[in-house]
């Protein structure tokens, strides 16, 4: 297992925006499909964002036309610009794989993101 690192969460003010950062090790990254999830507590993950290798993107309707998923694979990064934020934005953010594969990469801490006034 390697690790993924999140960052770049906060408390931001409704219509605010963010933009989260993954670090990835391992040399696969550059292979696989990459997704921010979030969850909130007592509800499961969720994917809100994924990206290709080749960077073909997909978005949940929740946040279609306000988030956009990037990455770096010289850099082992993936991105999550998040714009116009709305306190239903508010979770602990992840990145990982899609799917994700205990065996590639564990789940990482996370960051928070909070939406409120």
């Known amino acids: 297992q390697v690790q993924l690192v999140e960052s770049g969460g906060g408390l931001v003010q409704p219509g605010g925006s963010l933009r989260l950062s993954c670090a990835a090790a391992g040399s696969l990254f550059r292979l696989l499909v990459m997704g921010w999830y979030r969850q909130v507590p007592g509800q499961q993950r969720a994917l809100v964002a994924s990206i290709t290798a080749e960077g073909a993107t997909n978005y949940a309707d929740s946040v279609k036309g306000r988030f956009t998923i990037s990455r770096d694979n010289d850099k082992n990064m993936v991105y999550l610009q998040m714009n116009s934020l709305t306190p239903e934005d508010t979770a602990v953010y992840y990145c990982?794989?899609?799917?994700?594969?205990?065996?590639?990469?564990?789940w990482g801490q996370g960051t928070q993101v909070t939406v409120s006034l």
């Open positions: 990982n794989g899609v799917p994700s594969i205990p065996t590639i990469y564990s």
